[in-house]
T-cell receptor
Framework: DAKTTQPTSMDCAEGRAANLPCNHS???????VYWYRQIHSQGPQYIIH???NNETNEMASLIITEDRKSSTLILPHATLRDTAVYYC??????????????FGQGTILTVHP | DAGVTQSPTHLIKTRGQQVTLRCSPK?????VSWYQQALGQEPQFIFQ?????ERQRGNFPDRFSGHQFPNYSSELNVNALLLGDSALYLC?????WGSGNTEAFFGQGTRLTVV
């Protein structure tokens, strides 16, 4: 699976959009970009994933560049409850890889009042 | 619909002892993966079970073993506990095959402390 690079930490004001970048310059054509977050001492929570098109769900939006070498997770209106470690994970889709995730260091997002 | 459930939530063991952690996957999921997360670190993949067999394994010693039952639930066993085994142990459930890519769902974890 491709390696990802994320900033160690980011801050965001409550109510503002939080934009979390991720670089995955060695991504292959059959690899997806997944985002998970982990609130302190809880299990990781799935947020969103995509292959090459931008994706949006009730939690967030995922913007993937045309060359697929980087992506941005957008939380449109951050709240204090969004304070967490955000992991960008790139992996091949299908088969036995569904449950196997290779986590990097992630980005610690702190949302301030 | 219950999500992934793990038991116990907390556990304290002595060095050299053995421990068994349990996981029930989300309804409809047939694959269970186990992760170890040391304090302040990211989760590390231990192994994955499907059809009652270990399918993939991370870089963990043989002291770590597992089992999957016909109802898809799973156990993680750790023998000869070391202080360094103190961590949050996470279980993730998923499906093995699907028409598209599906996400893994995680339980809340078991906090193991070895003293």
């Amino acid at each position: 699976d491709a390696k990802t690079t994320q900033p160690t930490s980011m801050d965001c004001a409550e109510g503002r959009a939080a934009n979390l970048p991720c670089n995955h310059s060695t991504i292959s054509g059959n690899e997806y970009v997944y985002w998970y977050r982990q609130i302190h001492s809880q299990g990781p929570q799935y947020i969103i994933h995509g292959l090459k098109n931008n994706e949006t769900n009730e939690m967030a939006s995922l913007i993937i560049t045309e060359d697929r070498k980087s992506s941005t997770l957008i939380l449109p209106h951050a709240t204090l409850r969004d304070t967490a470690v955000y992991y960008c994970i790139v992996r091949v889709g299908g088969g036995t890889s569904y449950g196997k995730l290779t986590f990097g260091q992630g980005t610690i997002l702190t949302v301030h009042p | 619909d219950a999500g992934v459930t793990q038991s116990p939530t907390h556990l304290i063991k002595t060095r050299g002892q053995q421990v068994t952690l349990r996981c029930s996957p989300k309804s409809g999921h047939d694959t269970v993966s186990w992760y170890q997360q040391a304090l302040g670190q990211e989760p590390q993949f231990i192994f994955q079970y499907y059809e009652e067999e270990e399918r993939q394994r991370g870089n963990f010693p043989d002291r770590f073993s597992g089992h999957q039952f016909p109802n898809y639930s799973s156990e993680l066993n750790v023998n000869a506990l070391l202080l360094g085994d103190s961590a949050l142990y996470l279980c993730a459930s998923s499906v093995q095959w699907g028409s598209g890519n599906t996400e893994a769902f995680f339980g809340q974890g078991t906090r193991l402390t070895v003293v």
